[in-house]
């Protein structure tokens, strides 16, 4: 087995597992910023609720 090619493949292994751990990294922060908006949303809309009750209550779906 040549040393130099074994290398090469573990360096090129090490790289890909460093790309997929930072493309993970940065899928989880996106994931923590969607989700920190969608609470905000909820919190909004509840807000909303309890001004106008009646608003959004009903969906009419008759096609």
Sequence with gaps: MDIA????GISQADVINN???AVLAKSLDTMKESGAVLIDMMNRSAM???VNPELGANIDITI
């Design 19 to 21: 790309v997929e751990t």
């Design 48 to 50: 909303e609720r309890s």
């Design 5 to 8: 090619a074994l290398s090469m």
